[in-house]
């Protein structure tokens, strides 16, 4: 157990050098082709995550009808769930805008970002609308609140696999 920095450390004095040699020995093709290659695994690790997230959002809404209605309404909690889940909608509308609209394209990935944000905030109030229950009514509100935050996702997954 000793040995292991040791080793490690031989092992990178070692290869270090080789690869900047074989580096140098490549031409500029090459390194084009590595850098495309790159950007499209971050792209494709993009897309993986903003389709994970948007099936969170569509497992939850699944998961929400199990809820049973109750006599109680609980309208408190599930009007201001479908409210704030509105502005990730509206801010996604911005980034949709912006591929048609040149002078809105430099705000693309910032309401993008943005809207993942609120969306976030906006799942964790319908969640706990849901938690709290309501009656029919609250419920409908809940589930809708819970579809559109996730709005944000469903459209990144499709915005970043155009660069794939």
């Not at 959002?57 to 109680?72: A, G, I, M, Y």
């Not at 009007?79 to 502005?87: D, E, F, G, Q």
């Not at 980034?95 to 964790?124: E, Q, T």
Request: include cysteine.
């Amino acid at each position: 157990m000793r040995c292991l920095p040791a080793l490690v450390t031989t092992f990178l004095l070692v290869q270090i050098p080789a690869t900047i040699a074989g580096l140098s020995a490549l031409d500029l093709d090459r390194l084009r082709e590595i850098l495309r290659r790159i950007v499209e695994f971050i792209a494709l690790g993009g897309v993986a995550l903003a389709l994970l997230c948007g099936l969170v959002f569509l497992l939850t809404w699944v998961l929400s009808h199990l809820r049973r209605p109750s006599d109680q309404s609980r309208r408190w909690l599930s009007v201001p769930a479908a409210t704030i889940a509105w502005v990730p909608v509206l801010l996604t509308g911005v980034a949709a805008a912006g591929i048609f609209i040149p002078a809105l394209a430099p705000f693309i990935l910032r309401s993008f970002a943005l809207a993942v944000v609120v969306a976030a905030g906006a799942w964790c109030v319908s969640v706990a609308a849901l938690i709290a229950g309501g009656t029919r009514r609250d419920l409908r509100r809940t589930r809708r609140a819970i579809i559109l935050a996730g709005t944000p996702w469903y459209c990144l997954v499709v915005y970043l696999a155009t660069y794939l």
